[in-house]
């Protein structure tokens, strides 16, 4: 299984950055997804969850309103929208797979994405 995350990169505050997260040797459609993030020094901490058929989205309070999680299970790909982007923001992000279901615990997943490093200067 494979969890290969991209589109992070620097960026100014108040930019926007869309994160893709394309998966192979699973069964995409049948996975519930997630974002974290790390930040320098911090632990890991969670962002968003989709469910397997996208009927389901969670969010953690900083980002919501900001961040907007989606997935095209004809590409096996999820996605995070980001807006309004703060020097906060800056972390890994890493991307994750559950094959039971989503939830807030890193615990939840089976899977763990390399990450892609997002950095917002002020």
């Known amino acids: 299984v494979q969890l290969q995350a991209s589109g992070g990169g620097l960026v100014q505050a108040g930019d926007s950055l869309r994160l893709s997260c394309a998966a192979s040797?699973?069964?995409?459609?049948?996975?519930?997804m997630g974002w974290f993030r790390q930040g320098p020094g911090k632990e890991r901490e969670f962002l968003a969850a989709i469910s397997s058929r996208a009927m389901r989205t969670s969010y953690q309070d900083s980002v919501k309103g900001r961040f907007t999680i989606s997935r095209d299970n004809a590409k096996n790909t999820v996605y995070l929208q980001m807006n309004s982007l703060k020097p906060e923001d800056t972390a890994v992000y890493l991307c994750?797979?559950?094959?039971?279901?989503?939830?807030?615990?890193?615990?939840?997943?089976?899977?763990w994405g390399q990450g892609t490093q997002v950095t917002v200067s002020s």
């Open positions: 994750a797979a559950a094959k039971l279901r989503i939830g807030v615990l890193g615990s939840s997943y089976d899977y």
């Open positions: 040797g699973l069964a995409f459609s049948t996975y519930g």
